[in-house]
């Protein structure tokens, strides 16, 4: 099994451009996650997912969008970028939820917008 | 109050010395709690998970759960080099999503 893979690694964006953050997992996992991570910062969660078809608001959803048509993909988008969402994200699985949650990350996208 | 707080460090521990990491949390109805390590440039990965008051032993790591004083810790024992990392506590809030804290940073000095 892969887990959870992301592509790209890394991107440079400039301000007002738009990107795809891919996010793919092989674990037959339902719930899937976006997190970003700025520096000495916690992971902050953007987007969640329980089931393809379905998502929901995190807690920084601004400037995001997401959307699951499949169990395994949930790519992140990005409309319009702006310096403050240079960051590292996250995406993450879980087989269930509730309070047995036990999350499996991918490696990260590492994006800078200039 | 942050929902979940941990000193950042860094905490800095002799090979071969215990290492004690540790995280408060505010919401008195959380129910399970993670411990994620994370090296430099990395993703976290999962070290432990505990949902019960006392003690869970996974070889060299020890997690401790004490939900009166809304406190979890994880004890490292004999720690080694390849133990530096940043230390993530994450907690299940109301909503049972992850609520992470900020992280310590664990030094381990040869």
């Known amino acids: 099994n892969a887990g959870v893979t992301q592509t790209p690694k890394f991107r440079i964006l400039k301000i007002g451009q738009s990107m795809t953050l891919q996010c793919a997992q092989d674990?037959?996992?339902?719930?899937m996650y976006w997190y970003r991570q700025d520096p000495g910062m916690g992971l902050k969660l953007i987007y969640y997912s329980v089931g393809a078809g379905i998502t929901d608001k995190g807690e920084v959803p601004n400037g995001y969008n997401v959307s699951r048509s499949t169990t395994e993909d949930f790519p992140l988008r990005l409309e319009l970028a702006a310096p403050s969402q240079t960051s590292v994200y996250f995406c993450a699985s879980s087989y269930s939820t509730g309070p047995y949650n036990e999350q499996f990350f991918g490696p990260g996208t590492r994006l800078t917008v200039l | 109050q942050k929902e979940v707080e941990q000193n950042s460090g860094p905490l800095s521990v002799p090979e071969g010395a215990i290492a004690s990491l540790n995280c408060t949390y505010s919401?008195?109805?959380?129910?399970?709690f993670f411990w994620y390590r994370q090296y430099s440039g990395k993703s976290p990965e999962l070290i432990m998970f505990i949902y019960s008051n006392g003690d869970k032993e996974d070889g060299r790591f020890t997690a401790q759960l004490n939900k009166a004083s809304q406190y979890v810790s994880l004890l490292i024992r004999d720690s080694q080099p390849s133990d530096s990392a940043t230390y993530l506590c994450?907690?299940?809030?109301?909503?049972?999503?992850?609520?992470f804290g900020t992280g310590t940073l664990l030094a381990v000095q040869p």
């Open positions: 994450a907690v299940t809030g109301a909503t049972n999503k992850l609520i």
């Open positions: 919401d008195r109805g959380s129910q399970s």
């Open positions: 674990m037959n996992h339902n719930y």
